[in-house]
């Protein structure tokens, strides 16, 4: 089940299930998007991009899907396993003085049971 | 891949003392680097975006003259906390870009700064 902590909501499936984690972005203009992992201590790690012009893409077991409509964006994972147990970022490009800046979503914390 | 180092991992400093990171692009060039910061349970929140040879741009609410960043040359950011206090303790985290326009970053493995 989903449920909101102190700061980060916290998502928690068995091993083995799919787990989608979703997020919502603010910039309408943004047309790059990343997935990251962050384990604990660690800085974040690439997962999965998407360019606005598509709408879904997949990886090894990740597919982002993209919604402009509403600025939603997805991250499934297939067959979830405990190393797959971190904090999910999602991260949007917007363009400021001159840089194309990545500015990062709230997160959500992905628990995985055995 | 490219690689980011970032140096050191952790430090411990005395309240009103000066700590610097350093961040470093090991086999390109990075002309451009961000600075985040990320509080327990927090999101990373971007600081400073700076360009080799060329000031320091700081986001709303950043002190620029607590945080002082140098992009010394193309692989190398330093960030320098002056005068730290307990409520600067904080996951510090660099992300350095090869062009300003480029979509490709890539992250330091993060500084956890504790002032006591």
């Known amino acids: 089940g989903e449920s909101v902590g102190l700061h980060l909501p916290t998502l928690s499936v068995q091993e083995g299930d799919n787990s989608i984690i979703n997020c919502a972005y603010s910039?309408?203009?943004?047309?790059?998007f990343i997935w990251y992992k962050q384990e604990s201590g660690k800085g974040p790690q690439f997962i999965i991009d998407?360019?606005?012009?598509?709408d879904k893409r997949q990886g090894q077991r990740v597919t982002v899907l993209l919604n402009k409509t509403v600025k939603h964006l997805s991250l499934q994972i297939a067959a979830t396993q405990p190393g797959d147990s971190a904090v999910y970022f999602c991260?949007?490009?917007?363009?400021?003085?001159?840089?194309?800046?990545?500015?990062f979503g709230a997160g959500t914390r992905l628990a995985v049971h055995p | 891949g490219a690689v980011v180092s970032q140096h050191p991992s952790r430090v411990i400093c005395k309240s009103g003392t000066s700590v610097k990171i350093e961040c470093r692009s090991l086999?390109?060039?990075?002309?451009?680097m961000f600075w985040y910061r990320q509080f327990p349970k927090q999101s990373l929140m971007l600081m400073a975006t700076?360009?080799?040879?060329?000031?320091?741009?700081?986001e709303q609410g950043v002190e620029k003259d607590k945080f002082l960043i140098n992009h010394a040359s193309l692989t190398l950011s330093t960030l320098t906390v002056t005068s730290a206090h307990p409520e600067d303790s904080s996951f510090y985290i660099c992300?350095?870009?090869?062009?300003?326009?480029?979509?490709?970053?890539?992250f330091g493995s993060g500084t956890r700064l504790t002032v006591v």
């Open positions: 992300s350095a870009s090869p062009e300003a326009g480029d979509y490709g970053y890539t």
């Open positions: 991260a949007e490009t917007l363009f400021s003085g001159g840089y194309n800046k990545l500015i």
């Open positions: 700076s360009n080799e040879g060329s000031k320091a741009t700081y």
């Open positions: 910039n309408s203009a943004s047309d790059y």
């Open positions: 086999d390109f060039q990075a002309t451009t």
């Open positions: 998407i360019r606005s012009n598509m």
